[in-house]
C-alpha cells in the first residue's frame, strides 16, 4: 500500500500508515475462513502482524498484548518449543516466530513467558549429526532450520558449543559455484537460504570461513530490471526476495572488509581462483590464472566502488 506521486520537480513513495495498521488490527481481532489453512501457521500470523505494527511504531492495547502472550502459551509444549497452535507438535520455525513475538511485545510478562532451559533441550533434540538442525521431530533438515535455531538462541542467550558444533561445516556444504547458499548441500542456490546460512555464519561467528566475494557476485546479480530480485538464477522478481536478499545485503554491508581480504589473499584471491562444486554439493576453490580481470571481477569490483561512494545498483549500467 504505496502511493506514487508523480510531480514536475520530484517524484516520492508515500506508505499509507494508517491504512497498514488498520489493516493489521482487524487481523488481531478476527481473520476471514480463507486463512484456515494456516492453521499451523498462528504463531507466525501473530509474528507479522505484531512486528509490522511495531515497524510502523504503533503501541497495543494492554488487553490484546495478553491476549497474544496467552495464546502462545497455549503453543508452547510442555517438552520446549512451540507448535503452529494449541496441541500441535514443536517446530523451529513456529518456535522463531512465537519467540520474536515475545521479544516484539518486550514486557515482562510476554519475556517471562518463555521457558528457556526447556526450549535449549528442544534445540538439542532438533540437532542433528551433520551439525545442522532438523525443524520438527523427525523433520527436513536444511538451513533454514539452522538459522531459526540458532537465531533464538541467541536472542534468548542460550547459545553454547553443543547448538554450534559442526553448523559451520554443514552450512560452508551448502555454498554452491554461483556463489549463493542452497537449502542442502548439492542444491540450488536460493535467496531465502542464502539469507539464512549468512545470517547463521554472522551469529556463530564463523562468516570469514563463506566464501564471500562470489556470495556478493551471486546476491547482487539478484536484482532485475524492475529494482526487484529474484530468488534463484533465471527467476521472475518477486516481492518477497526484496526482504530476503535486501537482509543479505544489509548483512553484507558489514562484511565488506572481510570480503575485500579474501580478494586480496594469495589463498584466496578470486582474481586466482574459481569455485568449483564437488560430488556432495560442496564447493572447493581451484586455482585458475586465466581468471584474472574477468567480467565477474570487474563487476565485483565495481559493486565495491557503488557501495564506498554511497550510490546503489538499481539503475545503474554494469560496464
Known sequence: MLRFRTTYSKSKMELWRDNHILFLSRGLNQLGPNFRILDA???????WIIHSMSLLGESLDIEVENSIIEFLSHCEDKQGGYGGGPGQMPHLATTYAAVNTLITLGSDAALSSVNRDSLHKFLLRMKDSSGAFRMHHAGEIDVRACYTAISVASILNIMDSELVVGLGDYIIRCQTYEGGIAGEPGSEAHGGYTFCGLATMVLIDEVDRLHLPSLIDW?????????GFQGRTNKLVDGCYSFWQGGSLSLIQTLLPIAEKQTQSPLRSIEHQTLEGNS?????????PENEDTGTEKRRRYWFSLHWNGHTCC???IP
Open 315 to 317: 539503475g545503474t549500467s
Open 219 to 227: 546476491v547482487v546479480f539478484r536484482q532485475g530490471v524492475e529494482c
Open 41 to 47: 501457521s498462528r504463531p507466525w500470523l501473530c509474528y
Open 280 to 288: 556432495d554439493g560442496s564447493t572447493s576453490q581451484v586455482h585458475n
